[in-house]
């Protein structure tokens, strides 16, 4: 808006809802999340920068760089264990309830 | 209960559906557009309900809800009540900075009752990825085109003065399609805190930023007044300064002019920035922009209207003649010179006894600019159509 504000939908909800379904043995979204979280490791590591990481996800990404470095540094970002999913999901499941309150 | 509960939705849809499936457009982007709809609605309509656990109803909530927010846009840019001639102009610069043969995108309009509302862009329909992965992933379906929407009010729909401001509007899009300013926000923060800007840059982001703009929890004040910035910029490689002009006027004028909120920077320092653009001034938050721009979307922030484009025509009541769409924008700046400074130019050229009353000015000036760019379009059409006979 030319003096007001301006909309742009958050992602994270609908990637705890692809994690979800990775939790519940629907493996329809592992790619898309198997990616954005591969974006973050690079992100974090040092071999993207913020201006060359996926652009449809770069809010999702930078906050998974950010504040998943120590997660990011355990996993294989190869084989992502269930368990490790389920980390992901508690902690943001954590987070979006510390946001609603 | 929830099984219930996506009926209900679902049934909801369909009424809308009813009425929505019959409207025709002038574009076939539009046209695949409802068609992919309607094999969605097909699809979900064939899935038996009782079998989805939760996960599976939130993604059909999620999905009817994209449907019903394509379906209230595409209601109001139907045949008759689209505002073309503005529209092809921004379509015109939206496929300067994305290629249609890459991905193709199509401007569509929603109208607004009120006028306190002005203008604002909605990406959600063109930019959540998110919902096109989900109904590709469930139905295997692809859609074509996406739709970005823009929101004007609805007695404005055919206002060549005001409209100018739908290249601030889609300067947003730019901005949210590559995510430009986001992670530049950041890059600002840890430039300060690594000190890597002098004394003269300091001075300048202190100036277009008036608060403790390299900490932490000023981030998103800073990420959205670099929103409001760049799409300014975005909107003067096109219309130059007049956007900034109908901007000091609609925020409440000089007495307002250094009012800032959480969401947009004060009017006076968007209003400088633009003059600092336009007149090349040395700028480092301007370069930094530039190469940010750059980086992410392979771009070039320039001035790409022509001051080629003079409003004698105008004067002599005649549309302007526009050969080539990089001269499109350029009447929006032909015509507001003339207005901005109108000393009885028209008048004077045709001889007339008495001066036009103001509104008969406006209306002179409006009409002729929607036919100038109404004279392009039917020409630019037909040479597409004989290069496709010959």
Redesign the interface.
Known sequence: MLHSATSSKPTFSTFQLFVYQILNGNNVYKNSVDNIISEAYSLSKGDKNMYTVNRSYFALIYHLSTRFTEFLNTIDIQNIKNEEYQYLYDKMQNESELIMH | MEVQALRLHFSQLIKAWEKSKHNTYFDKGKDHYQETLKYLIKAISDENFTLF?S?QI??RR?IINFIFKSLGILDSSTTNQFPFEIIHCLQHALDEWVDPSNEKFVIVTSLINSYD????????LA?????Y??IQ??YNLTFEYRLIQINLPKFLARDYFSNI?LY??LG?FID????IT??FA??IQDKYNNKKYNASDLVEFQKFFPYEFWKREYLDVLTSHL?EYFSDLFAAQYIGKY?EN??NY??GGPLAAHAISG??PS?KNRGDLVKDFLKNNSSTFINDLKV?IN??SGKELKVRYSSEIKNSNLIKLLPIEIKTGDELSSVFVAAWELYDTYTNQIEKQNNFKYPLISSKVYEIINNLVEKSIGNYIVTSNWEKSKNVLS
Do not use: C, M, W
């Open positions: 656990n996960a939130e993604e999620r509302d002005f203008y604002s862009f909605d990406g959600n930019l959540d990825d998110v919902a992965n989900i992933k469930v401001v601030h509007e947003h949210f399609k590559y995510q986001a992670p950041i890059e929103r956007s109908l901007l609609v925020s969401t947009h009017t940010a980086l992410t």
